[in-house]
């Protein structure tokens, strides 16, 4: 179906193409070059950590770290059971088996308390886990002053899924400075983009250099192609690095406006019985009084329709039959087809939040015309004009 107004489109400009056509004009067109070196160093100053790895996507960014924290065959990683595939998926790669964990029921961030759990259980079957990846959904800083607390008391290393909150912050930091490594995503539908594009950030040197390595097909330093590990091709180009940068000195502002977004959801349906902005009660998972600022990636609401009188389903059938694009929250790892069977710690929370949830537009280039389509349609649709 053919959207007009879109989830999340690509926020860009006049800034963007000039600051690609001047990497262009520089001759740097083959991956690598000083846009990239740059880039690394921007994200790593706005985020505050001594090392960043410009990738070709999230996905390979997480690919890289894990095998930097020496994740492989027979190893089993935790994860979130509420996030995008590209977390679960990556730890495949390195031969390793996911372990789900259930969620926050306000946030859909990883449960701590579920994370010890399954930790403590594993401990009693004489298995330890590899390492650790919470996922900071829609753009939510996950609770990583517990998610650390526990991993410490495990000894497993904390490998964070940041690919969707640059921007954001919690407990007081920038999101992707917990952990020993963490991974961004600057693919198309981000806060920031590249087009497509990730980095790997770290304040460990071994790390970084393992990733760097790794990232450009792992070619020993001599003239000629030498090679003691399997490499990959990972590795971002100069072009769209230059297009990352100039992204980055928008960030704020682009945040600020999807916060624009955010708010005037909550404006619109404080008064909807049943409906909910999914983390609006929380600051974060951390807990109130708690320092956070979601980036206001993606704003989902929850419908309950024992009091709502209508299902999320219905919702998003009238926006499309109006043109607006919306979508439910992630499909839970735990259900999905391929990982059949895989372990977890599981209470129902992702499954509840999956049923009720629905994703509505959220990008920081909507026009005010187009959020009072999104507004005047959500009201007719709330006031009964449906089916």
Request: with cysteine.
């Amino acid at each position: 179906m053919k959207y007009e107004i879109l989830l999340s489109s690509p926020d860009v400009g006049a800034l963007e193409e000039q600051a690609v056509v001047a990497a262009f004009r520089s001759g740097w067109i083959a991956p690598l070059g000083p846009e990239v070196d740059q880039f690394e160093a921007d994200v790593s100053a706005y985020i505050g950590v001594e090392h960043g790895i410009a990738l070709a996507s999230g996905t390979a960014a997480l690919h890289l770290g894990l095998l930097a924290l020496n994740v492989g065959r027979g190893d089993i990683v935790l994860t979130s059971t509420m996030t995008f595939a590209a977390t679960a998926f990556a730890i495949t790669y390195t031969g390793a088996t996911p372990y789900f964990i259930d969620c926050l029921p306000g946030t859909g961030n990883m449960d701590p308390q579920l994370l010890h759990d399954a930790l403590a259980g594993l401990a009693q079957q004489g298995l330890r886990a590899a390492a650790i990846v919470p996922v900071d959904l829609l753009g939510r800083v996950a609770d990583y002053t517990s998610i650390l607390a526990v991993a410490q008391e495990f000894g497993v290393p904390v490998f964070a899924d940041a690919a969707e909150s640059m921007g954001a912050r919690g407990q007081g930091r920038a999101a992707g400075s917990f952990g020993d490594a963490a991974v961004l995503s600057f693919n198309g539908n981000k806060v920031m983009t590249t087009s497509g594009g990730g980095m790997l950030v770290t304040n460990s040197a071994e790390i970084a250099s393992y990733v760097r390595y790794l990232s450009t097909q792992a070619r020993e330093p001599v003239m000629h192609y030498e090679h003691t590990h399997i490499g990959y091709n990972y590795r971002l180009s100069n072009l769209l690095a230059a297009l990352g940068r100039a992204q980055l000195q928008r960030l704020d502002e682009m945040v600020a406006k999807r916060s624009a977004v955010r708010k005037f959801y909550g404006e619109l349906l404080c008064e909807v019985e049943g409906v909910k902005i999914l983390g609006e009660s929380q600051v974060n998972d951390a807990g109130a009084g708690a320092s956070g600022l979601d980036n206001s990636w993606l704003t989902a609401i929850t419908v309950d329709a024992s009091k709502s009188h209508f299902k999320p389903a219905e919702l998003s059938g009238y926006l499309a039959k109006h043109g607006i694009e919306s979508r439910p929250l992630w499909k839970p790892m735990h259900l999905q087809p391929i990982f059949a069977g895989v372990n977890g710690s599981i209470n129902g929370s992702a499954e509840r939040l999956y049923d009720q949830g629905v994703v509505l537009p959220s990008g920081s280039n909507l026009t005010n015309d187009q959020l009072d389509r999104i507004g005047t349609t959500i009201t007719n649709f709330v006031a009964g004009d449906w089916p």
